[in-house]
């Protein structure tokens, strides 16, 4: 292995620019500054305040804003996330927790019937499956430490395309079909998403006076619109309506918590990512030590062996994830521990030798807690998730992933507001083993509890290259969030491939249960053969995973190189 880490280092001083001469597409480029998201209107509404003078704290809260209206599916007032930020003139780390929280009145076995089997339903749509949202107060804390422009004016591209109207893409009309036939139970919900209760056709512009006024009240008086006040008692009264147990006392309670970013090394560079409630950081870091010592350049993009050794890591990293991660409020979470390189070397070990060595993968860890249960398979095209990443001429870096959990969340929206309301109480543990919608499971440290945050995978993520901002990436699309942001790193890092290439290129994915190894359907029949031979139960199912949004910084000419994701109505908006 020592060999194999020498030769890694030496090939990493060819590929670090990250901006290959040869490429599949051309990645956006921009000297001023660049905002990358899964929501094209996002990176537009980001790029425009950039214009204006505002920093990319400004224009990642504009986006973040501009994404909630232009795609309610995927993330919104209603629901939460996590901002990472890095301030070019101080070298501060800022990890920003707006997750949501479990409401008072919340309970360990809420989503347990009479025979005290878990209800799936009742904690993915309806009132019951909505936790308290912090969306806002996180994006307003945001600006108010570091923001320049006016609040009132981060506010506004998002104001004016609720008032224009957002026109309905490839992908957006795409989630609309997969939510429409479960929309119905939402009247409020399907009269404003849908046109006239049908699938609207391409270009169909969205338009929401609603959420409009929603967005006015929050620019002159702030986040306390949501906290208290009519606004407030209507987003209560819909969740109770449907079963629900939110209060104007949780909404009034709401904090954000600012915490420590995770830190690792790989290869030189420093990832900083975000640390619980999200595992998404932890298990980042602990698959890129896992695959350090491997010279993965010399293997190859996407071969068999690559494939082989990453999805093997991905394994090892989400058995982990079921028993050691949740709220560290809550539950001492071992992140030293887990981050450490010992560890990953340890379980480097694990990852060959060929031929292909496996036990059952529920055997792994610790089989008295850790046994099989009817496993639970991804959504096949989950939208509930989105992505923004920002880079400034200053020298500022921000990555927010926010969300409202599954497509549209609870499915409510709040009558008379335009908010959509999440689903989030679904990313905890209903039940030891019991899978969650993505078919992630979790023990004790992700069980419900009054106040408690859900565990999520949003990996908001900036890489340092001599100390100074070099690449930021995140994803949508829960568990596999977590391997998209791992590939695009990867891509970049070791295959050397342009940003744009890198966040394109075929992924895979393993969460260790379900034990299936998933491809995207691009990956050549030859290398799924293989994996197949080495006695990978592989997957092609027909969706695609993620949503890389990626911005690389050329240390050498200080140009910005955006990554968007074809996958999703994406864009990059270089300046
Ligand atoms: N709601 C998806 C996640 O937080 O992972």
Request: charged share 20%; glycine share 10%; net charge neutral.
């Amino acid at each position: 292995m020592r060999a194999r880490r020498k030769l890694a280092l030496l090939a990493l001083g060819s590929v670090l620019a990250g901006t290959a001469e040869v490429s599949a597409a051309n990645p956006e480029w921009g000297w001023q500054g660049m905002v990358v998201s899964s929501v094209g209107p996002a990176a537009a509404a980001g790029r425009e305040i950039l214009i204006e003078g505002g920093n990319a704290i400004d224009a990642a809260v504009a986006a973040g804003f501009a994404a909630g209206v232009s795609h309610q599916f995927s993330s919104g007032l209603g629901g939460g996330g996590f901002i990472l930020a890095y301030l070019g003139a101080t070298g501060e780390v800022l990890a920003l927790d707006a997750r949501e929280v479990a409401p008072a009145a919340a309970a360990a076995d809420m989503f347990l019937d009479a025979a005290g089997q878990v209800d799936p339903q009742a904690s993915r749509l309806g009132g019951r499956a909505v936790a308290v949202p912090g969306l806002l107060q996180g994006l307003h804390e945001l600006h108010t430490l570091h923001g320049r422009l006016p609040w009132a004016r981060v506010v506004e591209p998002a104001r004016r395309l609720c008032r224009e109207g957002v026109p309905v893409g490839v992908h957006h009309r795409r989630m609309l079909a997969f939510a429409q036939p479960y929309l119905s139970r939402f009247p409020e919900t399907a009269r404003i998403q849908l046109a006239d209760g049908q699938l609207p056709p391409l270009g169909w512009k969205l338009v929401q006076p609603d959420l409009e006024r929603t967005l006015k009240a929050i620019a002159r008086r702030g986040p306390q619109v949501l906290q208290r006040g009519e606004i407030a008692e209507a987003m209560v009264k819909a969740t109770q309506a449907h079963g629900g147990v939110l209060t104007l006392e949780d909404l009034a309670s709401y904090r954000t918590r600012r915490r420590t970013a995770v830190r690792g090394y790989y290869r030189g560079l420093e990832i900083l990512s975000m640390p619980p409630p999200s595992s998404g950081g932890i298990h980042l870091v602990q698959m890129l030590n896992m695959l350090e010592p491997f010279d993965l350049a010399a293997s190859g993009m996407n071969s068999s062996e690559t494939i082989h050794l990453v999805a093997e890591a991905m394994k090892l990293a989400f058995a982990d994830r079921a028993v050691h991660l949740g709220d560290p409020d809550f539950y001492p979470v071992p992140l030293a521990w887990l981050t450490s390189k010992s560890y990953g070397l340890k379980l480097a070990r694990r990852l060959e030798p060929r031929p292909f060595w496996r036990k059952p993968p529920w055997l792994w860890g610790r089989p008295r807690v850790l046994r099989l249960e009817r496993p639970g398979t991804p959504p096949p095209d989950d939208g509930g998730t989105t992505h923004i990443s920002v880079m400034d001429a200053e020298g500022n870096a921000v990555a927010l992933t926010q969300t409202v959990n599954t497509l549209f969340g609870s499915g409510i929206t709040a009558p008379g507001t335009g908010i959509v309301l999440n689903n989030e109480m679904d990313d905890f543990a209903a039940a030891p083993h019991a899978p969650n919608a993505f078919g992630l499971v979790g023990q004790s440290a992700n069980a419900i509890a009054p106040g408690k945050r859900p565990l999520s995978s949003m990996t908001p993520t900036i890489v340092l290259r001599d100390g100074r901002p070099w690449l930021v990436v995140g994803s949508p699309m829960g568990p596999m969030i977590i391997t998209t942001v791992l590939q695009t790193l990867i891509n970049v890092i070791d295959f050397g491939m342009n940003i744009q290439d890198a966040v394109a290129a075929p992924r895979f994915h393993h969460q260790w249960r379900p034990d299936h190894l998933l491809l995207e359907p691009e990956h050549p029949q030859d290398v799924v053969a293989r994996l197949e031979d080495w006695g990978h139960p592989v997957r092609v199912p027909e969706f695609h995973f993620g949503a890389s949004a990626a911005i690389l910084r050329d240390p050498e000419t200080g140009l910005f190189w955006g990554g968007a994701d074809p996958r999703r109505d994406s864009a990059a908006a270089g300046y």
